[in-house]
């Protein structure tokens, strides 16, 4: 979530705008709350589209199709205005992160958890198909975790079958490379098959960490694997394997249907029981996910920043209905450069500290003794010194922002000044065995705060070798540091306080 800022309105419609959730192709998403108290999803259009009769048309259409497809499995549709000005349409928001970014943060999920994710998304397709309806966009950041079960969004994309042709533009392929079928990768017309496809690709996603087609090349690239290639299902083996594959046969008429795929995915599902079907670290998440919305309140225009370039990563909630295809996106990124595992057995989930605001002293004391030119002969007198509050060996645990997952982190600083190498640091997944290692150097000191460039300290398996930017901010009197770390991906770097040891 990002503030609102001076080019955004306070209210759409009857719904008071707290938010902003991301940006699409179509326009922005804003989180927002009625009168009552519930708190909904507002997408509004571009104004360079609502002029257009031909968008005006298509999004009439797909609001329209939401409303029929109802609530149980995805976000609602509350109220829409399709021919004011700027055209908008609010569902109802779902508190909790997508599939893609839980996969991202906490690693592929247990076998079972995927065979119930499966069975309950096989029935969300069964009630869209039954409406004559189909996806066309079925892919992790379309997933939404919740604590009564997963939801599928963003119809932005879905069409009436009998009108797909119509409203879609020839040449253009709507839905994202890494998920879609061979026959919407070549232009032809889609039916409910095309969602199976497209919903065992997320299935070998969620239970592989992997994309089954590949992740990080271009969009030509997915799009001939999906047409010529066969899928990379590396880490799926028995019944899940089986199912996934005949999902993801490239003949429309050898895949399962989603009452069948039910089926097939059931048994495999009651191992989890009648609770979420999520791991007991994300089902709690989640759990305070929903929680922490309650408080949010809007900001003021006074406390509204000034308008920002918009960002290349979206929320899991876009509006993406756009005619061209574009790769799967979201807010997801690996916390503290890990590829972690979910515990299948985990019989108490240990409290994790929620991170809101934190006031910074300024305790100047504890750099005084730091600034000034005290250079040793032949150094850069302009150099900035580690302050000696700083050296030494600090500990604690850190925190996901999007999925809220924690890690033991250490850091272990040494004298030293801006632009040499002053500390190491060491994150140890709480899921698995991984420990990823970095080397800091300073670059740059400021009145109660430090800034540092993390990079990997040699090629480690499980890390994902991205480099980090870390801030130290010091807390009671010099008592604790806190550290907020930048450069992994939008929404989900990590923060939380260490203690000296």
């Known amino acids: 979530m990002e503030l609102l800022t001076a080019d955004d309105p306070s209210t759409i419609g009857d719904y008071r705008l707290l938010r902003r959730l991301g940006a699409g192709g179509m326009g922005r998403v804003y989180l927002g709350r009625t009168a009552g108290g519930r708190t909904v999803a507002v997408k509004a259009v571009r104004p360079e589209l609502a002029d257009d009769p031909e968008f005006r048309a298509r999004f009439r259409q797909e609001v329209s199709a939401a409303r029929r497809v109802g609530g149980r499995w995805t976000a609602p549709v509350l109220d829409a205005d399709t021919d004011g000005p700027r055209p908008w349409v609010a569902t109802g928001y779902i508190a909790g992160p997508s599939l893609g970014a839980a996969v991202?943060?906490?690693?592929?999920?247990?076998?079972?958890?995927?065979?119930?994710?499966?069975?309950?998304?096989?029935?969300?397709?069964?009630?869209?198909?039954?409406?004559?309806?189909?996806?066309?966009?079925?892919?992790?950041?379309?997933?939404?975790?919740?604590?009564?079960?997963?939801?599928?969004?963003?119809?932005?994309?879905?069409?009436?079958?009998?009108?797909?042709?119509?409203?879609?533009?020839?040449?253009?392929?709507?839905?994202?490379?890494?998920?879609?079928?061979?026959?919407?990768?070549?232009?032809?017309?889609?039916?409910?098959?095309?969602?199976v496809f497209a919903l065992g690709a997320v299935l070998a996603f969620a239970a592989t960490g992997t994309a089954p087609f590949g992740e990080g090349v271009s969009a030509a690239v997915l799009l001939y694997r999906v047409l010529h290639e066969e899928p990379d299902l590396r880490g799926l083996d028995g019944d899940l394997r089986e199912t996934v594959t005949a999902c993801l046969a490239k003949d429309?008429?050898?895949?399962?249907?989603?009452?069948?795929?039910?089926?097939?995915?059931?048994?495999?599902?009651?191992?989890?029981?009648?609770?979420?079907?999520?791991?007991?670290?994300?089902?709690?998440?989640?759990?305070?996910?929903?929680?922490?919305?309650?408080?949010?309140?809007?900001?003021?225009?006074?406390?509204?920043?000034?308008?920002?370039?918009?960002?290349?990563?979206?929320?899991?909630?876009?509006?993406?209905?756009?005619?061209?295809?574009?790769?799967?996106?979201?807010?997801?990124?690996?916390?503290?450069?890990?590829?972690?595992?979910?515990?299948?057995?985990?019989?108490?989930?240990?409290?994790?500290?929620?991170?809101?605001?934190?006031?910074?002293?300024?305790?100047?004391?504890?750099?005084?003794?730091?600034?000034?030119?005290?250079?040793?002969?032949?150094?850069?007198?302009?150099?900035q010194a580690l302050p000696r509050a700083f050296v030494g060996t600090w500990k604690g645990t850190i925190t996901t922002k999007v999925v809220p997952l924690p890690s033991t982190f250490t850091a272990t600083f040494t004298a030293g000044r801006t632009g040499e190498d002053v500390g190491r640091t060491s994150n140890a997944s709480a899921f698995s065995d991984t420990v990823c290692r970095g080397v800091l150097t300073l670059v740059s000191v400021e009145a109660g705060a430090v800034t540092l460039q993390e990079r990997p300290e040699g090629p480690q398996p499980g890390c994902t070798g991205v480099p980090e930017k870390q801030t130290y901010t010091v807390l009671d009197g010099g008592a604790r540091l806190h550290v907020s770390v930048t450069g992994a991906q939008l929404g989900t770097d990590p923060e939380g306080d260490l203690a000296k040891q």
Do not use: C
């Open 104 to 195: 991202h943060a906490g690693g592929p999920l247990p076998t079972a958890s995927v065979h119930a994710l499966g069975a309950r998304l096989a029935e969300a397709l069964e009630q869209v198909h039954a409406l004559g309806l189909v996806h066309r966009d079925v892919k992790p950041s379309n997933v939404l975790l919740t604590l009564d079960g997963p939801r599928l969004i963003d119809f932005g994309v879905a069409r009436a079958l009998d009108a797909a042709a119509a409203l879609t533009r020839s040449g253009y392929v709507v839905g994202s490379p890494g998920f879609m079928s061979p026959e919407q990768a070549a232009g032809s017309p889609v039916g409910p098959a095309g969602d």
């Open 252 to 383: 429309p008429a050898d895949r399962p249907g989603p009452t069948e795929l039910r089926a097939r995915l059931a048994p495999g599902a009651a191992a989890v029981g009648p609770g979420t079907g999520l791991p007991g670290p994300l089902a709690a998440a989640v759990g305070r996910a929903a929680v922490e919305l309650l408080d949010l309140e809007a900001d003021t225009p006074s406390d509204r920043p000034s308008a920002m370039p918009a960002v290349a990563d979206r929320a899991p909630t876009e509006l993406d209905g756009g005619p061209v295809a574009t790769a799967a996106t979201g807010a997801t990124a690996a916390l503290g450069r890990r590829n972690r595992r979910w515990r299948w057995a985990v019989t108490a989930v240990a409290a994790v500290p929620l991170l809101g605001v934190v006031l910074f002293p300024q305790v100047q004391q504890l750099w005084q003794s730091d600034r000034g030119d005290t250079s040793p002969p032949g150094t850069d007198s302009s150099a």
